[in-house]
């Protein structure tokens, strides 16, 4: 018999077994996979709203202890030495007295908790409204932070515009006085002294007193009424006399009478008029606010007037075209027509 022929040579396709598939083993699954997979299926099932609000406390959670640990880190810096004023440096007037002065504002504490004298809560306000109070001659100061642990306090001196000798004014100032010579026993030739007189800014601050010099009597004196919200401290230094916005004009009219060749020795305010007084004692009425009139009608009329010979008792500026005037010993006023 011929040999039977093999599978792999057969020629028909029914010829040839079927092989059945060999099964493929899975690869093991980790079991932390598997753990995953059920998470995730479990957040599929789990509401949106849910999952939003969580995400919210996790974020508010975070947000709140960065908070606290930044407060807490600044509250011990606030502590530190490195942070706190150690040193207070000043310049300009009354330096010494603020140096020795300004540190005890910086004791104690903000709500029982944070220190007055660390360098990023110094209490700035309080420093300025002392200097201002307590030296009158300051006009403006200016604190900086020179460190971590000092300041530095720069005061601007006020400026002297006027001097300022009483609220009214007495004819028989000012006086100078000689004093009686315990060698010659010349007798003195007034029995009167110098008015007690302070320096005062442009705005009519009264910030210094002034010594008794008799070279003071050559000065303009300013006498005025002061406010009455000033009076209340008791003391002259610091008060604010009451027309002081009319000052810079009436000084203004007081240079221009002067050019006349008048020597002018004192100016009273009184309401809305002033009055100039002579060397002389010849008193010049005019009207505040009227500065430019009243030194026109003085150019057409001085020039015929003898106003420092002390021959006239007064000469009014306040009528438009027409200069009164009144010589001492008479009952009567004069007057002259004003050509400008």
Same mark, same amino acid.
């Given at each position: 018999?011929p ?7 057969a ?8 092989r059945?598939?060999?099964p ?9 996979? !598997?753990?995953?997979?059920?998470v995730?299926?479990g ?10 609000r ?5 974020t508010?959670?975070?947000?709140l202890?960065?908070i606290?640990?930044v ?8 502590w530190?030495p490195a942070f ?6 000043a ?5 010494e007295?603020i ?8 004791t104690g504490r903000?709500?029982?908790?944070f220190?007055?004298d660390?360098i990023?809560?110094f ?7 002392? !200097?201002?109070?307590?030296?009158p001659?300051i ?14 306090i ?5 400026e002297?515009a006027f ?6 004014y ?14 010659t026993?010349s007798?003195p030739?007034?029995t009167?002294?110098l ?5 005062a800014d442009?705005?009519g601050?009264i910030?210094?007193?002034?010594p008794?010099?008799?070279s003071l009597?050559e000065t303009?004196?300013i006498?005025g009424?002061?406010?009455?919200s000033?009076?209340a401290n008791?003391?002259i230094?610091?008060q ?6 009319f000052?810079?004009h009436t ?6 009478i002067k050019s006349?060749g008048?020597? $002018?020795g004192a100016?009273?305010?009184?309401g809305?008029?002033a009055d ?7 008193r010049i ?7 430019a009139s ?6 057409s009329?001085f020039?015929t007037?003898?106003?420092?010979n002390g021959?006239?008792s007064? $000469?009014d ?5 027409? $200069?009164y005037f009144k010589?001492v010993?008479?009952?009567v006023a004069s007057?002259t027509?004003?050509?400008?």
């Amino acid at each position: 018999m011929p040999p039977a022929r093999s599978a792999r040579f057969a020629s028909r396709p029914g010829d040839v077994k079927k092989r059945k598939p060999i099964p493929q083993r899975s690869a093991a699954v980790p079991v932390r996979s !598997i753990r995953r997979e059920r998470v995730a299926q479990g957040r599929d099932r789990e509401p949106l709203k849910n999952r939003r609000r969580r995400a919210r406390n996790r974020t508010f959670i975070t947000m709140l202890a960065f908070i606290v640990l930044v407060f807490a880190a600044g509250f011990t810096c606030l502590w530190l030495p490195a942070f706190r004023i150690q040193r207070v440096v000043a310049a300009g007037p009354d330096a010494e007295q603020i140096k020795v002065s300004v540190p005890p504002i910086l004791t104690g504490r903000y709500k029982y908790i944070f220190p007055r004298d660390s360098i990023f809560f110094f209490p700035e306000a309080d420093i300025r409204t002392y !200097i201002l109070q307590e030296y009158p001659d300051i006009s403006a100061i200016s604190i900086s932070r020179t460190s971590f642990d000092s300041i530095a306090i720069d005061s601007i001196p006020r400026e002297s515009a006027f001097i300022w000798c009483g609220s009214t004014y007495d004819a028989h100032e000012p006086v100078i006085v000689t004093p009686t010579s315990s060698t010659t026993g010349s007798a003195p030739t007034s029995t009167s002294t110098l008015p007690t007189c302070y320096d005062a800014d442009a705005q009519g601050y009264i910030f210094a007193s002034l010594p008794e010099d008799p070279s003071l009597a050559e000065t303009l004196h300013i006498y005025g009424p002061l406010t009455a919200s000033s009076t209340a401290n008791g003391t002259i230094l610091g008060q604010q006399i009451a027309q002081a916005r009319f000052i810079p004009h009436t000084l203004t009219f007081v240079k221009a009478i002067k050019s006349l060749g008048v020597s $002018v020795g004192a100016l009273a305010i009184r309401g809305d008029e002033a009055d100039l007084y002579t060397q002389g004692k010849t008193r010049i009425t005019y009207v505040l606010g009227q500065e430019a009139s009243a030194a026109a009608l003085a150019q057409s009329a001085f020039p015929t007037l003898n106003l420092n010979n002390g021959s006239l008792s007064y $000469v009014d500026l306040r009528f438009a075209d027409k $200069v009164y005037f009144k010589n001492v010993g008479q009952d009567v006023a004069s007057s002259t027509v004003s050509t400008h």
